[in-house]
């Protein structure tokens, strides 16, 4: 049984396509040649192309097979392989924008919650179906 690891990698959104689909592959392929890895990866990894595209990043989908449950450990050696091989080539990973989900003046809080003009109303009783109840009898 063959198991398929995905990665997706961020790249600046002005990085040129091929030039860092051969950077990315050249590095996928190291640890094919490392011994402790090398049982565990099956088949040469392969880029299927442009994953996603933003104002700010290009993801590329990098996908290997590898033997089951190896899956995570493998991705996380080539995670560190392909962060210090992009470092050393100048492809830097982007920074993705998010909007602030806090307060947009430093200092400032959220009001409080307004209390309620009025108590809620106690909830009902729930009842139990007949059948829950022990009484309810199939002839």
């Known amino acids: ?10 790249v600046p959104y002005d990085s040129k396509i091929p030039q860092v689909n051969n950077l990315i592959l050249a590095s996928a392929q190291k640890p094919q ?7 565990e990866i099956l088949g040469d990894p392969e880029i299927w192309g442009v994953q996603d595209q933003t104002g700010e990043s290009i993801t590329i989908l990098l996908v290997f097979r590898t033997r089951p449950l190896q899956q995570w450990a493998v991705v996380r050696t080539m995670r560190a392989r392909l962060k ?3 470092d050393a080539a ?19 809080s959220r009001p409080p919650m307004p209390a309620p003009s009025q108590p809620r109303p106690p909830r009902p009783a729930r009842r139990r179906p007949p059948e829950a109840s022990g009484r309810f009898r199939v002839v």
């Open 33 to 39: 040649q490392d011994p402790q890895w090398s049982p």
């Open 90 to 108: 100048g492809v830097r990973i982007p920074l993705v924008r998010r909007p602030p989900s806090g307060p947009r003046t430093p200092g400032a």
């Open 1 to 10: 049984m063959l198991v398929r690891a995905v990665l997706d990698i961020l």
């Open 84 to 86: 210090a091989d992009l």
